[in-house]
């Protein structure tokens, strides 16, 4: 028989889920280094549409500010996944233009978290409530 985690894990992730979804989003267009914390966490990118946020990608770091702004605004298609995804199903033809996407279209919000375990986990958990558009790869 496989032991359970306890209902007080259900209940971290659960009220990580909540927190990450309150906190206020960052326009990527508005978007400065100087915004962002060098802290480690989860993030979510939200793609603005019709009024709506559309959950895009969840990913967890170690540095925030590097991530989102060093990586996916800013990163090549090495660093950057979600430009990747942009351009890989065809909702972009360049990396400048998923860059510009990204600028006009996208916001993230993130929460902090130091434990790279509870990061996978709360990952793990928020991509499954969420469903995000990319981040979700076919297993090998």
């Known amino acids: 028989m496989i032991k359970r985690k306890s209902t007080d894990w259900n209940r971290f992730l659960k009220a990580s889920l909540k927190q990450l979804l309150s906190r206020p989003p960052v326009k990527f267009a508005e978007m400065t280094p100087s915004m962002l914390p060098q802290i480690a966490g989860v993030y979510l990118i939200t793609k603005l549409e019709g ?69 996978g986990a709360i990952e793990g958990y928020c991509t499954a409530v969420l469903f995000p558009a990319y981040g979700i790869e076919e297993e090998h």
């Open 51 to 119: 009024g709506s946020e559309i959950p895009y990608y969840i990913g967890r770091t170690k540095n925030i500010k590097q991530r989102l702004y060093g990586d996916h605004l800013m990163g090549s298609l090495a660093n950057a996944p979600l430009k990747k995804y942009l351009i890989g199903n065809q909702e972009c033809s360049t990396i400048e233009e998923a860059k510009e996407f990204i600028q006009r279209r996208c916001m993230a919000r993130w929460i902090e978290e130091s434990d790279y375990r509870n990061r």
